[in-house]
Nanobody, 124 residues
Framework: QVHLVESGGGSVQAGGSLRLSCAAS????????MGWFRQAPGKERDFVAI????????YYEDSVKGRFTIFRDFTANAVHLQMARLKPEDTAIYYC?????????????????WGQGTQVTVSS
């Protein structure tokens, strides 16, 4: 009942920046958290950043703190991930997701809706 579409991925050199966007549509009234996850080849899908939709509180994976910023846009029903000082290890498919959980959801299985993903490639 919630449709999420990511955009903004691409290829950049190390140290560069990208802004990912996730547009939400459908019945979003039950969404409490929205998050960005990433998955590199051969690895599990891990959380990158999470935002509580209601109050804007944010949470970040340690390796992206100070480099990535997650923020919301109520008017556009969207969440964004501004990525700066990108590193080759940031290379992955990035997914946005929505969760109805009341407690901070840090695992992929706590999210009910997912976008199709957008590729981010960082070269050195």
């Amino acid at each position: 009942q919630v449709h999420l579409v990511e955009s903004g991925g691409g290829s950049v050199q190390a140290g560069g920046s990208l802004r990912l966007s996730c547009a939400a549509s459908g019945d979003t009234f039950s969404t409490i958290f929205m998050g960005w996850f990433r998955q590199a080849p051969g690895k599990e899908r891990d959380f990158v950043a999470i935002i509580r939709w209601t109050n804007g509180h944010t949470y970040y994976e340690d390796s992206v703190k100070g480099r990535f910023t997650i923020f919301r846009d109520f008017t556009a029903n969207a969440v964004h991930l501004q990525m700066a000082r990108l590193k080759p290890e940031d290379t992955a498919i990035y997914y946005c997701a929505a969760s109805p959980r009341a407690l901070l959801p840090m695992n992929p299985n706590e999210y009910d809706y997912w976008g199709q993903g957008t590729q981010v490639t960082v070269s050195s």
